[in-house]
């Protein structure tokens, strides 16, 4: 029943009985190889550094990643959308000088604006100098959601406000004045050379999108370790952080990785890090063990991203970083929903017997230290329970995977129905997603299949698992040789999250085995499908 409070020893599976804690020691030893590869992972841009004084631009190699040098957010002061000539430009749509006045008074960069508003930094600098002008409705809107603009400002840019619900949950964004952007610089503008920006297709923009994403958060991943009082933020906070407005920016945080909003979610990240950091240093008591538990599962965000768009270096550090807010904060629960993205992320290092042994340590850990389970304990509990299984599975595994689904069946049947408890998006359905996904890593396709057809759509409440269940069906497809019923598959989740398909590496590469495989009937649309999301076939 979905009211019933379950004590422990209904869900105790001697199976899952403790061993010794191997857990702690896994993430230890992930840490130092994180630490010792993130270096090698950073990408390196060619960078052209316009002299402001001869218009000339030059280029140089920069490594992006190395202290210093990391490429900043744009925080920008309330008064600003005030200012009379910011007024002037929005109302005649003068997007050029809108761009001027954002570097003159808020110190932004030429790539930042690009970052902020999903552009080339060669396309900025074309408006910026008056070469391309800024007509289509939608990049206006684009333009106007990457810098967040006030409903007044987009009232005179001549946009409608957002509709109530929608409006930033970031008001700290605009608090944040770092002094150090760009220190590195000391006065010139750091901008990516016109010839690699030239082209400002969607492809160049995927390529990309990975290297800023490193590039944006490199500098809080490496930086010094949370709570200690020596960020800026910390140290120039004037003002109590607010835990009721963080605990809002990391559920909206959350949100946007559900929907599969993440370019939105990459641009929200570093702010958020930092206020976060400010958070855990300046508030004492419960508040602070709030603070903790929510920079925990905010990294816990930042690692699944990561995650996803292949950079395996930076996500082991994020999700170091969550493991050991989640153990600040004194909350078994939050410990055990960051040891699933330590699991995930000792998989995606093929540490796959490690990420085993993480999940199952972490969910018996949680049966001790928890002695009755609420629905939300019991979704955490499944969720770590799931990660195990999918990493038996990837390990070949089979009976190990099949009693670790056997388990998330029983605390599924528990919770009754699929809900979003803790971010989890636990239930019974979506532990029938994760028996396709053990079936498709098992080479069960035909069994995938069968199971996915079983599951109602309408039980999976969160964008982001249906898309994986209609990847995986694509995949179970493609292995059983039906390639019409694979792009379709790949189709409709392209239609359900976009970015999911687009930004997501394993996914294009998914496309591209569909392309090179498939048959004349739909090779011509399997192969104009993956080169519109950035494949090669």
Request: with cysteine; glycine share 8%; hydrophobic share 45%.
């Amino acid at each position: 029943m979905l009211g019933d409070r379950v004590s422990s020893r209904d869900l105790v599976s001697p199976r899952l009985a403790p061993p010794d804690l191997v857990g702690v020691q896994v993430v230890h030893g992930f840490t130092v190889a994180a630490s010792r590869v993130q270096a090698h992972t950073l990408p390196v841009f060619r960078a052209g550094i316009r002299s402001r004084h001869h218009g000339l631009t030059t280029c140089t190699e920069e490594r992006i990643g190395m202290p210093g040098r990391s490429i900043s957010l744009i925080a920008v002061p309330g008064s600003f959308w005030q200012r009379s000539e910011v007024l002037d430009a929005l109302r005649i749509r003068a997007i050029g000088p809108l761009f001027r006045l954002l570097r003159q008074y808020a110190g932004a960069s030429q790539t930042q604006i690009a970052i902020a508003c999903g552009m080339s930094q060669g396309k900025v600098s074309q408006i910026m100098c008056g070469r391309t002008q800024v007509e289509s409705l939608a990049v206006l809107e684009r333009i106007a959601g990457g810098l967040d603009l006030p409903d007044p400002a987009r009232m005179t840019l001549g946009l409608a406000p957002r509709p109530a619900g929608e409006h930033s949950a970031e008001p700290l964004l605009h608090a944040m004045a770092p002094a150090d952007w760009d220190a590195a610089l000391t006065g010139s503008e750091k901008c990516l050379t016109e010839a690699a920006w030239q082209e400002e297709d969607d492809l160049v923009q995927r390529r990309t999108f990975v290297s800023l994403a490193g590039a944006s958060l490199v500098s809080v991943l490496v930086g010094d370790d949370m709570g200690d009082g020596s960020s800026a933020s910390a140290a120039t906070s004037a003002t109590e952080p607010d835990i009721t407005v963080l605990a809002a920016v990391v559920g909206n945080a959350r949100h946007q990785y559900q929907a599969c909003q993440y370019a939105g979610l990459l641009r929200s990240l570093p702010v958020l890090f930092e206020q976060l950091d400010a958070a855990c240093s300046a508030l004492v008591g419960d508040a602070r063990l709030r603070a903790h538990a929510l920079a925990a599962d905010a990294y816990h965000v930042a690692a699944g991203l990561l995650l996803k768009l292949d950079d395996r270096g930076l996500a082991q550090l994020a999700a170091d970083r969550s493991i050991r807010a989640a153990r600040a904060s004194e909350d078994p629960v939050t410990v055990a929903a960051s040891a699933r993205i330590v699991a995930h992320a000792l998989m995606s290092g093929g540490h796959l017997a490690a990420a085993v042994s993480t999940a199952r340590n972490h969910a018996a850990r949680l049966e001790q230290d928890v002695t009755r389970h609420g629905r939300d304990t019991l979704s955490v509990y499944g969720s770590l329970v799931l990660r195990g299984a999918i990493a038996a599975a990837q390990d070949d595994q089979r009976s190990t995977a099949g009693e670790l689904l056997a388990e998330a069946r029983r605390a599924g049947h528990h919770v009754g129905t699929d809900g979003n408890l803790r971010g989890t998006a636990f239930g019974p359905a979506n532990v029938r997603l994760h028996e396709v996904s053990v079936a498709v890593l098992l080479g069960d396709a035909g069994t995938a299949i069968q199971i996915g057809r079983s599951i109602d759509p309408a039980g999976l409440h969160v964008t982001e698992r249906k898309a994986a269940l209609l990847i995986d069906t694509a995949r179970a497809y493609l292995q059983w040789g039906k390639h019409e019923n694979a792009y379709r598959s790949l189709r409709a989740a392209s239609h359900i999250a976009n970015e999911e398909i687009t930004r997501r590496p394993a996914t294009r590469r998914l496309a591209g085995e569909l392309a090179a495989a498939a048959p004349p009937s739909i090779r011509r649309e399997a192969r104009q499908f993956a080169m519109d999301i950035g494949a090669r076939p």
